[in-house]
């Protein structure tokens, strides 16, 4: 009885031991597009910033370069596997890119938190933000489908994946401002540019692991 009662302790020790899996499904801008050096990517920089931090955690990397929501819809079953903890979704930019109706985005993103849900995984929503040329309704439609979503489904919502950026001073709707951050198509971010983004969103996934298993 004495030895089962260790062997039972001993599982449960290695268990807690057991690094926090986080899934980041996202689109090129999550995949590390574009960098000659995919250690410099957002998802190994990120996981960096979170063991720096003391935080025991893989960070898996579902990124997609060209993907929309549709795409990681499609996807999220698989992506997410057996093992996650948590989800980071970060979609729409591509969405954005083709000027998608708003109401099929949210309908997509819903889908994917719906299976999170169904998988009692946390989640940090990432927003986007449509730029002014698609016309205000559009803009006002994109801009607030994240909130309302994470707000339905008490997800942890990051109001703009650009935030590191903005507080160093750059502006997305500026390309002048961005150029430091930015590679050459001013769409993906170097390497100095992904630092400040991880910077940005790192204190919501230290939230966001403040949450698993709860």
């Known amino acids: 009885m ?23 499904l996202g689109d090129s801008l999550t995949a590390g597009y574009g960098l000659s050096d995919q250690s410099q990517g957002f998802v190994p920089v990120l996981e960096g910033w979170l063991k720096a931090r003391g935080h025991d955690v893989v960070v898996q990397n579902a990124g997609v370069s060209g993907d929309t929501t549709a795409g990681g ?14 989800l980071i979704v970060t979609l729409g930019g591509n969405d954005l890119l083709r000027g998608l109706d708003p109401a099929g985005s949210k309908a997509n993103l819903d889908g994917i938190l719906k299976e999170a849900a169904a998988r009692g995984l946390p989640v940090l929503l990432v927003s986007m933000k449509a730029p002014g040329n698609f016309g205000p309704e559009y803009k006002a439609a994109f801009d607030g489908m994240y909130a309302e979503l994470a707000a339905a489904y008490g997800a942890l919502l990051a109001d703009d994946f650009f935030a590191g950026l903005r507080a160093a001073g750059a502006d997305p709707a500026d390309p002048a401002s961005m150029a430091a951050y930015m590679q050459a198509d001013g769409l993906h971010p170097n390497p100095e540019g ?13 939230e966001l692991l403040a949450r698993v298993g709860r």
Do not use: C, H, Y
């Not at 992904?194 to 230290?206: A, H, M």
């Open 73 to 86: 819809l499609a996807r999220v079953g698989w992506a997410l596997g057996a093992g996650a903890d948590a």
């Open 2 to 24: 004495r030895n089962a009662a260790i062997a039972v302790l001993a599982l449960s020790t290695f268990a807690l031991a057991e690094p926090v899996t986080i899934v980041a």
């Open 194 to 206: 992904v630092k400040l983004i991880v910077e940005g969103l790192g204190p919501k996934v230290e």
